[in-house]
């Protein structure tokens, strides 16, 4: 059964502190190691739990705000059946098409990222290829070689396609759920408490 927005309203209360800006990613059939060396990156020490990795992308920026740490980004990552996960605390590189698309090379990759300011994008790239891209908040708005394969379920999960905006925003939930449903990969409160991130910076320009 397709989960819905509402299965993830656990994430902006559970987890405030990267609820407010995030990229998540899944890369199927590459190791982290290898999404790391796709991406041009370097390791870093693992963060045990999504709080410990999110603390610790904030301390790289206090820490070199200006210099390094402005132009590189944490990412934390882990291997989830056949996927490999990544999470970036105020990220955006994994919706970045100049970088996702080459690192799509010969696999699935599904990012979906937002900011502070409730800018948003979902992307979906398979062996170099934009399938699909929008803004979470405005689906209508759709563009890649398949923008409208997926109406049919988007509208189940709980994006609002047509007419009048609902009068509660769960667009950045409802990207959760698409990303699980292209993946079988489900994020859940235990897997971001609990897990092991291995951890690599990556220069974002």
Same mark, same amino acid.
């Given at each position: ?32 190691? &290898? ?8 390791? &870093? ?39 490999? =996960? =990544? ?45 699909? &891209? ?29 007419? &009048?905006?609902?009068?509660?925003? =769960? ?10 449903? =292209? ?23």
């Amino acid at each position: 059964m397709t989960k819905t927005a509402a299965d993830y309203a656990w994430f902006e209360n559970d987890f405030p502190d990267i609820a407010e800006a995030y990229c998540f990613t899944l890369v199927r059939g590459l190791t982290p190691a &290898e999404v790391v060396t796709r991406l041009g990156g370097r390791p &870093e020490a693992p963060a045990q739990g999504v709080a410990a990795l999110t603390d610790a992308a904030f301390d790289l920026f206090d820490r070199t705000e200006g210099g390094d740490g402005g132009e590189r980004q944490l990412i934390g990552m882990a291997a989830v059946g056949d996927w490999t =996960l =990544l999470i970036e605390p105020n990220g955006y590189l994994g919706v970045t098409e100049e970088r996702a698309l080459p690192a799509s090379a010969g696999t699935s990759w599904i990012s979906h990222f937002v900011n502070v300011n409730a800018v948003g994008t979902f992307l979906r790239a398979e062996d170099g290829v934009l399938r699909l &891209e929008f803004d979470p908040m405005f689906p209508e708005d759709r563009r890649g070689t398949a923008p409208d394969e997926l109406l049919d379920v988007m509208e189940r999960i709980g994006f609002h396609l047509d007419g &009048e905006p609902p009068e509660t925003d =769960l667009s950045s939930l409802a990207a959760f759920a698409l990303a699980e449903h =292209l993946t079988g990969v489900a994020v859940t409160p235990e897997l971001l408490r609990d897990t092991e991130f291995s951890c690599a910076t990556v220069r974002i320009r």
